[in-house]
């Protein structure tokens, strides 16, 4: 059976090692789902597939074992998923649109985690609507507090949720657990004056670690949302690296906004011989340079009266050059 592998791979399965045999790929922003997508995933893998469903490191799932031939099957089978996921493309009917934007990632949220600052799963599945689909190979992942449970320092975008810690000094009675949890686990932002607990403004990252550990809530969570923004940490062959901080104190709006900017960014700049009309975007920026990449990126990006914007941006990582050295 011939098969045209872009168009296979555009629509969300893989060329995998076996001649003749398959793997979709499905897409679950947030990494969130109702648990009746599950026997709907268990479906496809039993009657298409060898009954083997990965679940993969972008917290999506990879159902293996499927034949060329019944790739419409799958895809028709497919269709209450992707509408039960609410996936973000008219065109149910056919499988996925495009695979190159991989699925958002994200660590489980506030729904469950006390550090988590805010819900990352309606952050993920608002981000994933407004840039899926889309061809180019972007990688977004939100995590809900400075731990990075959910590596986004990883990711093309890295998203960390932060607060602006609230203290209700009538409610403090001064027994020092946000002091000694902020210098245990964190930054040693807090010190006491008159019995009164001091955050210092230019060292506190916003975590929110002093929330949790408070007796009498006196420390609360602001109620605006405030997210870190790092860009360009990424893993591979060459230069593998962390992402670093390109926008402090910013908001969703934002960061939506500078993702889309990308895209205009990479469909200029990509190199046109690129295998697959794939290029990491930080090999971009690093081929183009910071300051062209700045400029594309905030263009018409109004950043809020908190955000600090970092006007130079420096990577570092592990260089290959041998074996022998990294």
Request: hydrophobic fraction near 35%.
């Amino acid at each position: 059976m011939d098969i045209n592998t872009k168009k296979l791979k555009k629509n969300a399965f893989r060329v995998t090692k076996v001649r003749g045999v398959t793997a979709a790929r499905i897409r679950v922003p947030g990494g969130d789902l109702q648990a009746e997508i599950l026997g709907m995933v268990q479906e496809i893998a039993e009657k298409y597939g060898n009954g083997i469903v990965h679940l993969t490191s972008r917290q999506g799932f990879e159902i293996e074992g499927i034949s060329f031939e019944d790739m419409d099957a799958v895809n028709a089978l497919l269709k209450p998923i992707i509408e039960g996921l609410e996936i973000n493309q008219v065109d149910t009917e056919n499988g996925y649109e495009a695979s190159g934007t991989r699925n958002i990632s994200a660590c489980v949220g506030n729904k469950v985690c006390p550090f988590a600052n805010f819900n990352t799963t309606d952050v993920a599945k608002r981000i994933d609507k407004a840039i899926f689909p889309n061809d180019l190979h972007f990688k977004v992942g939100i995590t809900g507090c400075s731990n990075d449970c959910a590596k986004a320092r990883t990711q093309d975008f890295g998203i960390i949720g932060m607060t602006e810690p609230q203290y209700e000094a009538d409610r403090c009675i001064s027994c020092g657990a946000c002091i000694k949890a902020c210098k245990k686990l964190s930054v040693g932002a807090l010190s006491f004056e008159n019995y009164k607990v001091v955050r210092n403004t230019e060292k506190c990252v916003g975590c929110g670690v002093c929330i949790t550990k408070c007796p009498t809530r006196a420390w609360t969570r602001s109620k605006e949302r405030y997210y870190k923004l790092a860009i360009m940490g990424r893993t591979g062959k060459k230069n593998p690296r962390l992402a670093e901080d390109f926008l402090i104190w910013t908001d969703e709006e934002t960061i939506t906004k500078i993702i889309l900017n990308t895209y205009k960014f990479v469909e200029k700049y990509i190199d046109p011989n690129a295998p697959g009309r794939k290029e990491h975007i930080g090999y971009i920026i690093d081929r183009v340079g910071f300051e062209e990449y700045k400029k594309w990126a905030l263009d018409g990006v109004e950043l809020g009266p908190k955000t600090i914007k970092k006007d130079c941006v420096y990577w570092s990582g592990i260089n290959f050059n041998s074996i022998n050295n990294g």
